[in-house]
């Protein structure tokens, strides 16, 4: 089944402490992209990637790394998480780099993330 | 104006009425946009894209006003499964994807 797959569905975790969310998609897609969504704010786009070891900022990038050293994975890392950080996270991709194709986005089923 | 905006509704909707909503933006030089479904906790989902040339789907149709530069979203003899927040989704002046904030729609008895 195709697919993309977010890891943990749900972290409580606290201020400061390393944590990694991974990401994995099944479709042979070149763009990834990791958003957050916070209610009033909608979703926001925190890193973005076309191909392997290429990655690019969003909107909002600050507090979060990520890499790309596969096709197929595109974790989002959070050094030292703090309480703002709180939010639902959704990684995506997307079969095409072309401009309209880019936004035909495949979502994994969010992480839910609490930072206390 | 904002990037992509939307009006957050709710719109509540008899079943099986017809109901329409638009999404402006301000990017003049955006050519295509999409629409996503997003039920309550869940992911979004891809609904329709948005094109010139509009683009129908059953009971979905979906529009583009360039000269108005919005975008509209028009669903036909809704459901009750038709409930669920809608997001568009478009380029802003960075070629940088916005989504919209949603409009949440809640079809009625």
């Known amino acids: 089944e195709a697919q993309v797959t977010q890891n943990p569905r749900y972290l409580i975790t606290v201020t400061g402490k390393k944590l990694t969310v991974t990401c994995s998609q099944n479709m042979n897609h070149e763009y990834m992209s990791w958003y957050r969504q916070d209610p009033g704010l909608g979703l926001r786009q925190i890193y973005y990637s076309m191909n392997v070891e290429v990655t690019d900022k969003g909107d909002v990038p600050e507090g979060y790394k990520v890499s790309r050293k596969e096709k197929r994975n595109f974790p989002l890392i959070l050094e030292s998480p703090s309480p703002n950080q709180t939010s639902l996270y959704f990684c995506?991709?997307?079969?095409?780099?072309?401009?309209?194709?880019?936004?035909?986005?495949?979502f994994g089923p969010g992480t839910r993330l609490t930072v206390t | 104006r904002k990037e992509v905006e939307q009006d957050p509704g709710p719109f509540n909707v008899p079943e099986g009425a017809t109901v329409a909503f638009n999404c402006t933006y301000s990017n003049s030089a955006s050519q295509s946009f999409f629409w996503y479904r997003q039920d309550c906790r869940k992911e979004p989902k891809l609904l329709m894209s948005?094109?010139?040339s509009g683009n129908e789907d059953g009971r979905f149709t979906a529009q583009l006003n360039r000269a108005s530069q919005y975008i509209s979203l028009l669903i036909r003899d809704s459901k009750l499964s038709d409930s669920a927040t809608y997001l568009c989704v478009g380029p802003n002046r960075d070629d940088k994807i916005i989504f919209g904030k949603g409009t949440r729609l809640h079809i009625l008895p």
């Open positions: 995506a991709s997307s079969p095409s780099l072309s401009e309209h194709r880019s936004y035909e986005q495949y």
């Open positions: 948005v094109y010139s």
